[in-house]
Each structure stands twice: as C-alpha cells, then as structure tokens.
C-alpha cells in the first residue's frame, strides 16, 4: 500500500496554514514599521530622558538590547531612511532585510529610485536578493581586497608577559579590598586563579573582581546539549512575549476604539441637548422681543395721549372756564345726539316690540333691536345687554365685533337696493348681478334673507341661464397647476388673483396676495379698500391667476 496522510479533525488544511503563516509573517512586518515610528518618536522627542538616560545609545542598549540592542535599531531606521527616499516605490519594500542592500544608495536618491524600479521590473514582488542584485547593477560594487601578511616575519623582540591586576571588590569575600594578579589561564569562564601579594593563590569569582582592563564574564557555560535546551526555551519565551504583546496591541487598539466611539456618542448628546437648550433660547428670547414691542408700543401710545393731554390742558388755560364748560356741553350734547340718532333710526320702540312681534320686515326690526341693545351695552357697560346685542346681530359678544358686524349692516339698505335696481331690468344678466353682488360678498346671507321669492327665482334663472351657456372644455373648477400663467407660475407673494368659481362673487373681483403660508394665502381685494374688512384667507386651489 502506499503512503497517504490521513487528515484529522485538528490536522489543517495546507491552504488554510499557508494563508494563515503568510498573514503572519504580514503582520510581522507591518507591526516592525509600527516599532521604527515608534523609535523615531522616542529619538525626536527625547523621551528617554525622562527615565534617566544621556542618550539615544544607552536607552537603546538598556532596554532593547533583547531585539539587537543599537545596532537592530540603526539597520531599522536606515531602512526607515530608504522608504522615505524612494517615495511612492517605498511600498514594495516590505520590511528591513529587503532594504538593507540599498542603503548604500541613500545619499544618491535617483539611483536609489533607479535600482528599486530595475527590482520591480524583474520580479513584481522583489525579495532581499532581487534588491541587492539590482543595486550592484546600478552601482556596482568591487569585492573586498584581503590584506595578505607580509612575506618575511618582522622579527619582534620578545616581550615580559604582563599579568592583569584585579581587586577583590565584594564585600563578602574575606580578601575584599585586596588587590592580586591572574598569572595562570582560568579553570571556567566564571572564575579566575588569582595570585596575591603573600604568595597564595585562590580561586575567586568573577563577580567578585575588579579588572578594568580585562573584561571578565559573568555567564555560565553549559554543555552543547544544555545550551541548545536553553536557546530553544528562550526562543520560545520570545515568541510567548511577542504573542503577548500583539494581544495587549491589539486590546489596547480596540479599547481605545470603544472609548473614543464612546466619546464620540457623548459629545452628539451634549450638542443635541446643546442645541435644545439653544432652541428654547431662542424661543424666549423672541417672546421677550415681542413683549419690548408691546411696551414699546404702549410707551408710543403712552406719550401719544400725554401730549394730547399736556394740549388739553393748554387748552384749558388758554380759554375761560366758562368757555370751555360750554365748548364740552355742546361736543357732548353732539356726541350723544349723533349715538341716539344712530341707535334709534327708523324709530324702534322696544316697549311696543316687547309687547307685540312685529308683523312686517321682522328681520330689519330685529337686527335694529340688537344695534340699539349694542349701543345701550356701550353707554351704560352692561354684559347681558352687550351678550343679548351679539345674538341678535350674529357675532361675537365683544364690543368691537358688534360694532364690525353694525358697521357691515349699515350698508344692507343700499345693497339691497341696488340688487333690485339691477333685477328690475329688463335686460339683466347674469353678470350684471354679479357685478353687484360680489361688492356685498360680506353681507350676502343678509341682504339675501331680505329679497322676496320671485327676485331670488330670477336669480337662480340667470344662473340656470349661464351654467348652460358653458361648455364642457371650459375650466369653472381650475386645478392650482391649472390656475397659473402658461409658464408654469404658481400662486405666491404678490400675485394678482380673483376667485376660481365661476358662480361666486368674487369670480370678476380684482385682489393681491399679501401674505403666503404655504397651502393658503391672505389676499387684500380691491373692492373692499373702502371697508373694515379688507381682507381674507383662501385656499390656492380657490383661486386663479389674472
């Protein structure tokens, strides 16, 4: 049978372990430029003066010295020096030992570029070899000459051997602060035979002994087998330590992730809690603004009235009293006659309307009755009367919508007189009633309870009459697309608008929009500049375009 592997649960596949090694050794290099920036910072920054070290060396030295000490450390930031010099090829060097044969080139940056694009050209992802190889063909190199000893032997006159001279220096040993001489060759590497000023010789440590000019060393020697248990334990322990430290890298990067999103969440509630805050602000301080124009308002009429009282006064003094007395009397007395008269027209009696109702024109006897009883409220200040008034006229129980509403009726008589003046005539259309009847749009509900049967029959002919004369395509119900210019204009500030239905009043009336609010508008109509009302609220789609 032949050889087969059997492929277990736990046993990878090779396409999965390949990726995962090649992703590895990614990270390996990535995380190798994260240490250069890092070292650079440390060096620019001077950083390691705070821990108690004279210079970059020593710190390098002392706390790198597990990953190469100083010399790791300038191979790292030379390749750093290359990267920054080739510029946007610099991403095709991958990590130190692919930049190291073109430091050379540094100080020439176009030749640099050169030999990094000569790389690319032949190989798309260059290794150490691909570099160096394109680095000797750009500048080549000539190999290193061996200095040859010299033929003949100089012939050297023989020398007294001199014995290094140690101290003792711990404190701990019994010949401490004694000094002797190493004259035979050590038994191991961590101790020394050492040969005192009395003659005797003694075993001593190399701890314990001080020789400036002989470096002794401290390490123990192990056997082969022993030495390669330990390297391979403390390869392992590097490996454990670089695991770990990319964990903590990366829990680190992640926490901080989660903090600044934290952050990040935190401030957008404080600015939109911010912003509310601002709103409410806002709002006060418009309510505050209104209520400055209110008082301003009040303190213009204020002194309004106080100059009309200081001229009063100027008034008074300037005329006797007597005089004066009898210019008030007479204004009074005109004052009071002009109300009654206006009160009392066509002569009311309320006793007689109390005991009988009357039995011709009800309508206008009544609405007369609520002028009266508006008035009487006004002179006297009485509620019931004032409450009594606005039934019987139609309106609000408050004294300045009585007083609209009477002021609207005044001018019922001369619409009704001139509706029936315009359907007395043989000849009467249609339009000539609306010519009329849209200048008394406000009052139509009354001035059309006071025309008889046969005028509002003939009314309602002339419409029968000229709803026929209109033909289908004609527009008497206009869509607000429809009620625009051909253009494509719409209805907005400032347009010159009549009323969309053909059947009501307003259809042949002239107005101007004065205000938008968007799905309607307040428009101000011609007709009505004469009158209390002078405008009134629509819909857009109840108008059309002149």
Not at 107 to 121: D, G, N, R, S, T
Not at 254 to 269: I, M, N, P, W, Y
Not at 531 to 540: M, P, S
């Amino acid at each position: 049978m032949g050889n087969y592997t059997v492929k277990t649960a736990s046993t990878p596949d090779y396409s999965i372990l390949n990726a995962s090694i090649q992703e590895t050794f990614t990270a390996i290099d990535r995380f190798e430029w994260q240490a250069v920036r890092e070292i650079l910072q440390m060096r620019d920054q001077e950083l390691y003066l705070e821990a108690g070290y004279t210079d970059f060396k020593e710190y390098c030295q002392r706390e790198l010295y597990a990953w190469g000490g100083y010399r790791r450390i300038n191979q790292l930031l030379g390749a750093k020096k290359v990267i920054d010099t080739v510029g946007e090829l610099g991403e095709h060097i991958k990590n130190e030992r692919q930049a190291r044969p073109l430091l050379r080139l540094v100080k020439e940056p176009e030749k640099l570029k050169e030999a990094v694009a000569i790389a690319l050209q032949e190989n798309p992802s260059p290794s150490e070899s691909d570099f160096a190889a394109a680095a000797q063909k750009v500048v080549p190199q000539l190999p290193r000459k061996k200095i040859q000893e010299p033929l003949v032997p100089k012939i050297q006159e023989p020398m007294v051997p001199e014995f290094p001279t140690v101290k003792v220096t711990s404190p701990t040993h019994h010949r401490h602060g004694e000094s002797g001489t190493i004259e035979a060759d050590p038994p191991n590497h961590w101790q020394q035979i050492v040969t005192f000023a009395d003659g005797s010789k003694e075993l001593v440590n190399n701890a314990d002994l001080d020789a400036p000019s002989v470096p002794f060393s401290t390490e123990r020697t192990y056997p082969k087998e022993y030495a390669e248990a330990i390297a391979q334990i403390r390869e392992q322990h590097q490996q454990e330590l670089e695991r770990l430290e990319q964990e903590l890298r990366i829990g680190l990067q992640s926490q901080a992730t989660a903090r600044a999103e934290e952050q990040v969440q935190q401030e957008l509630a404080s600015l939109q809690q911010l912003f509310q805050q601002q709103k409410q602000q806002n709002i006060e301080l418009q309510q505050r603004l209104d209520e400055m124009e209110a008082l301003r308002q009040l303190e213009y009429d204020n002194q309004q009235l106080k100059q009309r009282i200081q001229e009063l006064e100027n008034a008074v003094q300037e005329r006797p009293t007597q005089e004066w007395g009898n210019t008030l009397t007479k204004q009074a007395a005109k004052a009071l006659n002009k109300e009654v008269k206006r009160s009392l027209d066509k002569t009311i009696d309320l006793r007689s309307l109390a005991q009988e109702p009357p039995k011709e024109n009800a309508q206008e006897c009544l609405r007369l009755m609520g002028i009266a009883l508006g008035n009487l409220a006004s002179a006297m200040n009485n509620t019931q009367a004032l409450q009594a008034a606005a039934l019987l006229l139609g309106s609000e129980p408050t004294p300045i919508a009585i007083a609209y509403r009477a002021e609207q009726l005044q001018l019922l008589p001369q619409a009704v007189s001139e509706i029936r003046a315009v359907l007395a005539s043989p000849a009467c259309s249609w339009c000539d009633y609306l010519s009329v009847a849209q200048e008394y749009e406000v009052i139509k509900a009354d001035y059309w309870a006071e025309l008889t049967t046969e005028e509002i029959e003939l009314i309602t002919a002339l419409e029968k009459t000229e709803s026929s004369k209109i033909t289908e395509p004609m527009v008497p119900h206009e869509t607000p697309a429809e009620s625009g210019s051909s253009d494509g204009e719409v209805i907005g500030l400032g347009s010159i608008v009549a009323h969309a239905d053909i059947y009501c009043a307003l259809y042949n009336a002239r107005g101007e929009v004065i205000e938008d609010i968007g799905d309607e508008v307040w428009v101000a109509w011609q007709h009505w500049r004469d009158r209390g009302k002078k405008t009134d609220r629509y819909f857009k789609d109840e108008l059309r375009l002149l």
